[in-house]
């Protein structure tokens, strides 16, 4: 069964309609992307998943149906979504941030070894735990981000552009974290992603996304070889 499916899924701002009926699904632990140009629909289908968007269509999470959701509901589901821009609150210390990520759970020891897991993954947040998080590098931040998602103990995780802003050594170093947790804690990943090339080589499955409907689908690595795709997106 899939975690997660959207069929014949619509999206709309007001009169300004977004997706135009996308359908795709991922299998439980693995790492999906979805490709595409600025404005084709990748974020609003995110935000649409999160029930942060007016939708039409079915969304199955887990085999139950959560279009129409309230986006808490969501959440408390285990999908956590790490949005464009970091969203974390600045004035308070990064601890407090994390602390903040697993505001729905009630088990308070397993967050307090949840804490220091994190912290393994990111030992650069645990030198910054009582730094005020809006005085973070880019970078520092965009690991609070993923961090703060993770003490939900999410079954899927929503990563949009988790590489915007940074440095290409620093995204290096992320994806991989990111690649580490997929395998070794079996959180799957749906990832929006401008870099294409680190997108592909991180995902096992990809959508192209054109003005808010799917245009090709596969394997990451077959779409990699798609020749329209090299021109179009990984630039040679």
């Not at 592909?200 to 990809?206: M, V």
């Amino acid at each position: 069964m899939a975690l997660l499916e959207a069929s014949n899924l619509h999206a709309a701002y007001g009169q300004t309609r977004v997706l135009h009926g996308i359908s795709f699904s991922m299998e439980e632990g693995t790492i999906t992307t979805l490709l595409g140009a600025n404005g084709a629909g990748k974020t609003t289908t995110l935000r649409a998943l999160c029930g942060m968007v007016r939708t039409q269509g079915e969304l199955r999470f887990n085999g139950q149906r959560i279009d129409g959701r309230a986006t808490e509901d969501i959440v408390r589901l285990g999908i956590a979504h790490v949005p464009d821009g970091r969203g974390t609150f600045a004035n308070l210390s990064t601890e407090e941030n994390l602390r903040l990520g697993a505001y729905t759970r009630k088990d308070r020891n397993a967050v307090e070894t949840d804490l220091e897991r994190v912290y393994g993954y990111f030992p650069r947040l645990k030198e910054r735990r009582t730094q005020q998080a809006g005085t973070l590098s880019g970078g520092e931040q965009q690991m609070l981000a993923v961090s703060r998602a993770l003490m939900l103990r999410p079954k899927l995780m929503l990563l949009d552009e988790p590489s915007f802003g940074l440095a290409p050594l620093i995204v290096r170093e992320l994806f991989g974290i990111l690649r580490t947790v997929n395998e070794k804690e079996h959180v799957s990943m749906l990832v929006v992603e401008q870099n294409a090339a680190m997108a592909l080589d991180l995902a096992n499955h990809a959508y192209l996304i054109e003005t808010g409907r799917v245009v090709l689908s596969g394997a990451a690595a077959d779409i990699k070889k798609d020749d329209a795709v090299r021109r179009s997106y990984l630039g040679y």
